[in-house]
């Protein structure tokens, strides 16, 4: 078998089976891989080959994927899937490890990254760096929209597909090319009665319990204290209330705008982009 093909992975972290892809050897440098919301770990199966130089495993955040949906009583803040994320670096050994994250998992890995900075030898962040923030005095609304939403999400079911094909075309509706829908959709669709239906946590579309400040936001920034690349997509996404200027006079942080959409990552060509990633990774830290 060719060593940069994808293979199959799986721990239980917290009760909870995470399920993902990895490439490489284990014995190469370790790099992690967080994907962006109601994606799964096959959002990286056409970069991860081209960094060669590295292992790469790439996890189905809970709800997504192949990974085991959270209980009833739990919830899908972006906070919630850090102990799960390191309890993977744990079972994998890696006592340091090299982090990328695409959109909702590139703000998942800047939170992570701020509390565990000496974990993380270089951040790399897709179309994203932060979450939206939201005032604290708007706290009591947003409360009332999650509990509002809750009872109703925790029945709601995915719809139901005749083929994978119109599956995947529910994805590109939101901009992702047939190939890149595809590749999501053959992870992200299980069986049903019926026909097929996306596995993705239906909760995972509801309004979050609590949003973090713009003061949280900077906090989490201030702590980014290792070698970060922030790539930006020309047709993408990132909030526009982030101070990027601020960011590109901190020591060791760079900033790069990348043509495409949001899934830059996803559409060709790709072995520039997987060159740029592969060599920021091998800098030296600080």
């Known amino acids: 078998m060719n060593e940069r093909e994808a293979v199959d992975v ?18 190469q440098s370790p ?22 130089d590295f292992y790469v495993v790439a996890i189905d955040l809970t709800g997504h994927g192949q990974s085991d949906r959270r209980s009833a009583d739990a919830s899908y803040q972006i906070w919630d899937d850090l102990p799960e994320i390191m309890g993977v670096a744990d079972q994998l050994g890696w006592d340091t490890f090299d982090l990328l994250g695409h959109s909702r998992g590139a703000n998942i890995s800047g939170m992570l990254a701020s509390a565990f900075p ?3 030898r270089h951040l790399v962040l897709l179309d994203a760096i932060s979450p939206e923030a939201v005032s604290e005095q708007l706290f009591p609304e947003q409360m009332r929209k999650f509990l509002d939403q809750k009872p109703e999400l925790l029945g709601a079911k995915n719809r139901v597909f005749d083929s994978l094909e119109e599956a995947a075309r529910q994805r590109e509706k939101g901009g992702l090319s047939a190939a ?5 959709a053959e992870r992200g669709v ?57 960011l590109e006079r901190r020591p060791g942080f760079q900033l790069e705008t990348i043509p495409g959409g949001h899934h830059f990552h996803m559409e060709p060509p790709l072995a520039s982009l997987a060159d740029r990633i592969g060599f920021f990774l091998q800098e030296k830290s600080e």
């Open 10 to 27: 799986s721990w239980t972290v917290n009760a909870l089976r995470l399920s993902g892809l990895s490439w490489g050897r284990p014995e």
């Open 31 to 52: 790099l992690l891989m967080l994907h962006g919301w109601l994606d799964n770990a096959a959002s990286f199966a056409l970069i991860a080959p081209l960094l060669e």
């Open 180 to 184: 890149a829908a595809g590749l999501l």
């Open 118 to 120: 000496e974990r993380i």
């Open 190 to 246: 299980e069986v049903c009665e019926g026909g097929l239906t996306w596995t993705t946590d239906r909760r995972l579309h509801g309004a979050s319990a609590v949003k973090l400040t713009q003061g949280q936001n900077q906090a989490v920034l201030d702590h980014l204290t290792m070698p970060t690349l922030l790539l930006l997509a020309e047709g993408g996404r990132v909030a526009t209330n982030t101070d990027f200027q601020a």
